[in-house]
């Protein structure tokens, strides 16, 4: 297998753009182009779909090539109108078609090496066969052409430029959207939200940094200009030719598992080969003082677990605080989990780093997160092993972590200096539960993260991840005849009473199934999020702040069940399975009846998650409780699993926002 020396380039840093323009609306056209990059010194050059400015005005000049887009930067409650516009055409390299080729092969679990770990389509499944031996997506995704929507992660936008998954620009096309800004200091991210191709469009390179400034930010003095970077870090794998050395082309690689106590293997893809703002695995020469870094976790699927190690592989995130997470800055600094800091797919940090301790040493930042991510406590990493293995080239993780190198600091042999700010950020944030007033009119919703597994007699089916959403059976929202009715038990986040087996019943799975939640303009909800699949979610909500203020286990009851093999004993649902994986909700391939959910012990919200945020993870066998405002806004927004391949396969649900004095469906 061929192979690449880590460390060998600089960081890159794309241009800061701001939009041009007098008066209090400004303007900026972006175009995604097809272009050609390096995405390592040693490979040959990567066709790309990347954003490029067209009109705007740059006012910090990058450092490098990537496929980012700018940076686009912007003072709170600043209007921007941004014209998106597609170009890529048959006129384009490749006939505007998707620049690299996705493939599924076969896989035995347990096997080694596994094949996302490695480079090159070599077993891959073919794009024809007879009796269901062939990838029946791979001809159809060879031939894909640009279908593209802009969405502002994180942004306080209009519906009608928010980025709806299926209002796509094809070619030549352009999408006019609006975005007011007003909202605290933070780092956004825009890129791509198309229906069902979202994975591939932002796996081909679509995606770039969008901050807001304001006041309050400015006041604490933090890092600044070249002392503020941002690192969007995302994974891709590599093709071959047929004498095995890099083509420099992308592939998008995932694993069939076909076994009959598989629920079919992992649909999510894990890349081999990390990159840091669109370079793998470079190296950033900085000063012995504080840095500010802005992470985002830009990959499709892959989780962090982000810790700064030495040369000999020991801890060193003392050195490190988070100031800031998603939708802005914390109410006060946090101190890094010795273990690591969790980011999943759209998270993201605001991170203070001393270097000041280190002069003339090299820190590196490390991953210790397993892929699939499930928080699992028996997963751990051995930092100064891997950087040994590193150091004599040799790769000893048998998961999905091949390489858990991310990049390397190099820190100058200068003086060191560095003031650390104080550990208050900002103000409180106000309680949103606490300002309802009455508490029995509180909306509460719920859902469950389930997993509905491959078909076995379909050789290149996947696992399926869907939302089931629920509705209060009422008398204004009555279950229909035959409908699937659950009782819910639960602390209620404001009384703090135990709220004994309310009934809601189950309405929709899938993305085009019917709109169910109506949400007043204006309203405080709860929404309790049941995750009873066997993978941690990153969960993001369109339009608002999320505040997770409950952390639960639950129980579930229901039938219990055998699943295939017949031979295999019955287990309560809600309890894994020594002998498979299969979803503990499942009945011989199907979906079963849950009959009830109940929170029972209460855990400790991670600091890092209680806002405000706008993605927020949920562990297996965990329920959360997040609090939202559903405001400015009206129209139909969107909620979804961040992991791409998830969100892809219908793990995305809509819901509306409507203004009160307007009658409507419930009337």
């Known amino acids: ?18 939009p041009k323009g007098s008066g209090s609306i400004k303007h900026l056209s972006i175009e995604a182009q097809v272009m050609d990059v390096q995405l390592h010194c040693d490979l040959p050059p990567t066709r790309v779909w990347s954003y490029q400015l067209k009109n705007g005005k740059v006012v910090k000049h990058g450092t490098g090539i990537s496929y980012l887009g700018p940076t686009i930067e912007v003072n709170r409650a600043q209007k921007v109108h941004v014209a998106w516009e597609n ?15 996705v493939v599924k092969l076969q ?20 794009d024809a066969g007879v009796d269901n031996t062939f990838d029946r997506m791979r001809e159809p ?70 901050l807001i400034r304001d006041d309050e930010e400015e006041s604490l003095g933090l890092p600044s200009g070249d ?16 004498a095995g050395n890099f083509t420099g082309a992308l592939l998008h690689k995932t694993e069939v598992i076909k076994d009959p106590n598989k629920d079919g293997g992992p649909a999510e893809f894990f890349g081999p080969y990390t990159l840091v703002n669109g370079k793998i695995w470079p190296k950033a020469r900085v000063e012995p003082t504080l840095y500010r870094l802005r992470v985002l976790n830009g990959s499709n699927a892959r989780t962090y677990r982000l810790m700064l190690i030495d040369d000999q592989g020991s801890n060193q995130n003392t050195f490190v605080w988070q100031i800031g997470c998603d939708q802005g800055l914390l109410e006060k600094r946090l101190a890094i989990p010795p273990a690591g800091l969790v980011l999943m797919p759209g998270e993201r940090a605001d991170l203070l780093v001393d270097f000041s301790n280190h002069p003339g040493q090299q820190l590196y930042l490390w991953n210790t997160a397993e892929a699939p991510f499930s928080n699992d ?33 190099d820190v100058k042999a200068d003086t060191p200096n560095c003031i650390i700010p104080p550990d208050q950020m900002r103000q409180p944030s106000p309680n949103l539960i606490d300002n309802v007033d009455d508490a029995t009119k509180l909306p509460i919703r719920l859902m469950a993260l389930v997993e509905k597994p491959a078909d076995p007699a379909i050789i290149d089916d996947i696992a399926m991840l869907v939302f089931w959403e629920y509705v209060e059976n009422t008398p204004k929202t009555p279950a229909p005849p035959g ?48 995750n009873v699949s066997p993978d941690t979610h990153p969960v993001h909500v369109h339009l608002v702040d999320m505040y997770v203020n409950q952390r639960y286990q639950y129980t579930l009851t229901g039938t219990k069940r055998p699943y295939a093999p017949s031979d295999s004993p019955d287990f309560p649902i809600g309890k894994p399975d020594p002998d498979n994986e299969v979803p503990d909700w499942v009945v011989d391939g199907k979906a079963h009846l849950l009959e009830g959910i109940t929170a029972t012990t209460e855990q400790l919200v991670d600091p890092d998650q209680t806002g405000p945020k706008d993605t927020v993870r949920i562990n297996p066998g965990e329920m959360i409780g ?9 129209g139909r927004y969107i909620y979804h699993c961040h992991i791409l391949e998830h969100e892809d396969h219908d793990m995305m649900r809509p819901f509306v926002i409507v203004p009160d004095w307007i009658p409507h469906h419930e009337n």
């Open 626 to 634: 997040v609090a939202m405002k559903f405001s400015p806004f009206c």
């Open 1 to 18: 297998m061929p192979t690449l020396t880590p460390f060998l380039e600089n960081l890159p840093i794309p241009d800061v753009v701001h």
């Open 377 to 409: 406590p028996s997963y751990v990493a051995d930092p100064p092993a891997e950087l040994n293995n590193l150091n004599n080239g040799n790769i000893k993780d048998a998961g999905r972590r091949p390489y858990p190198q991310i990049m390397r600091f």
């Open 141 to 210: 995704l060879r031939n894909l052409k640009a279908a593209l929507v802009t969405h502002l992660h994180g942004g306080r936008t209009q519906a009608d430029s928010d980025g709806w998954a299926d209002d796509t620009a094809i070619a030549e096309q352009t999408a006019y959207c609006i975005y007011h800004g007003d909202q605290a200091a933070t780092m956004l991210w825009y890129h791509d939200h198309a229906n069902h191709v979202t994975r591939l469009n932002v796996f081909a390179g679509l995606a770039g940094v969008w």
């Open 483 to 530: 409908a699937e009715i659950v009782s819910f038990t639960y602390v209620h986040p404001k009384t703090k009473a135990i709220i004994p087996a309310k009934q809601y019943w189950k309405a929709a799975e899938e993305f085009y199934d019917k709109l169910n939640w109506e949400i007043h303009l204006g309203d405080t909800e709860q929404w309790y999020i049941v």
């Open 107 to 126: 896989y035995t679990d347990g096997t080694l090496p596994i094949p996302q770990n490695e480079p090159g389509k070599a077993n891959a499944l073919p």
């Open 87 to 101: 170009d890529i055409t048959e006129f384009s390299p490749n006939n505007g078609k998707l620049p690299y080729e």
């Open 227 to 242: 002392f503020e970077l941002p690192l969007v870090i995302q994974d891709r794998n590599l093709d071959l030719d047929g």
